[in-house]
C-alpha cells in the first residue's frame, strides 16, 4: 500500500528566510505525481506545486521549488524567501492511477516576523 | 468559477444523532472525493465518485457511514448513528475526468464534525 510520511510536525522559519519540509512515500508503482498541498488557518486547501514522477526536472512554482528524489522516495518542499503567508499546514500527497490520494501527516509552518 | 462548496462549515451533535455533510464539487468536474482527518493524524480518503457511481468505497470505515452521489452533481455523506471517533474534518475534493493524466483534485474547506 502506498504511504506518505511527513516526519516534522511542526516547523518555524524567519521571515524572508528559507526552509524545507521534509515527505518521503513508499510504492511499487513506476506512474504517479506527488503534490504538495497548503492549508492556511482559513481552511481551504490549495495546490503548492506538483510533480510528475516521470520527470526528472525538479518543479518550481515561484519561491516554492521541490527536491525529487525518485530513487530515495523523497519529495521535499523548499520555501525561498518565506512570507507570514506561508503560515499553514502543508501537506505532501501521493497519487497514482487509483485516483484517490494518500496524505501525510501535515507539517505546520509558523513564519515569524 | 466557483470552487468546491461545503455545507455545514462546522457541525456539533450527540453520539448516536444522525448527520448529513453535503459537498458541490465544481460544475463539470466528473470525479468526486471523501476524505476525513482525525486531529493530528493525516488526511485518509473515504470514497471517490466517478459521476453518480461509487469507484472506489474502500476507506469507508463502517457501515454507519454512506455516500450518495444521485445525477452525479453534489454529493451527501451520511453518518447514522454517529460516535465520538467519528469527530474531525470531512474534506470532498472535485476533479475533472481526463484519461491518462492524473488531475490535481480541488478541494473544499472541509466540514468540521464535533460527536459529543
Known amino acids: 500500500a502506498q504511504t506518505v510520511t511527513q516526519s516534522q510536525p511542526e516547523m518555524s522559519v524567519q521571515e524572508a528566510e528559507t526552509v524545507t519540509l521534509s515527505c518521503t512515500y513508499d510504492?511499487?508503482?513506476?506512474?504517479?505525481?506527488l503534490f504538495w498541498y497548503k492549508q492556511p488557518p482559513s481552511r481551504q486547501m490549495i495546490l503548492v506545486i506538483r510533480?510528475?514522477?516521470?520527470?526528472?526536472q525538479n518543479a518550481t512554482e515561484n519561491r516554492f521549488s521541490v527536491n525529487f528524489q525518485k530513487a530515495a522516495k523523497s519529495f521535499s518542499l523548499k520555501i525561498s524567501d518565506s512570507q507570514l503567508g506561508d503560515a499553514a499546514m502543508y501537506f505532501c500527497?501521493?497519487?497514482?492511477?487509483?485516483?484517490?490520494?494518500?496524505f501525510g501527516a501535515g507539517t505546520r509552518l509558523t513564519v515569524k516576523p | 468559477e466557483a470552487g468546491v462548496t461545503q455545507f455545514p462549515s462546522h457541525s456539533v451533535i450527540e453520539k448516536g444523532q444522525t448527520v448529513t455533510l453535503r459537498c458541490d464539487p465544481i460544475s463539470g468536474h466528473d470525479n468526486l472525493y471523501w476524505y476525513r482527518r482525525v486531529m493530528g493524524k493525516e488526511i485518509k480518503f473515504l470514497l471517490h465518485?466517478?459521476?453518480?457511481?461509487?469507484?472506489?468505497e474502500s476507506g469507508m470505515p463502517n457501515n454507519r457511514f454512506l455516500a450518495e452521489r444521485t445525477g452525479g452533481t453534489y454529493s451527501t455523506l451520511k453518518v447514522q448513528p454517529a460516535e465520538l471517533e467519528d469527530s474531525g474534518v470531512y474534506f470532498c475534493a472535485s476533479s475533472p475526468m481526463t484519461s491518462g493524466v492524473i488531475q490535481e483534485q480541488y478541494f473544499g474547506p472541509g466540514t468540521r464534525l464535533t460527536v459529543t
Open positions: 465518485f466517478v459521476k453518480e457511481s461509487k469507484q472506489d
Open positions: 510533480q510528475e514522477a516521470y520527470k526528472q
Open positions: 500527497a501521493y497519487s497514482d492511477n487509483n485516483n484517490d490520494m494518500r
Open positions: 510504492t511499487s508503482e513506476s506512474d504517479y505525481y
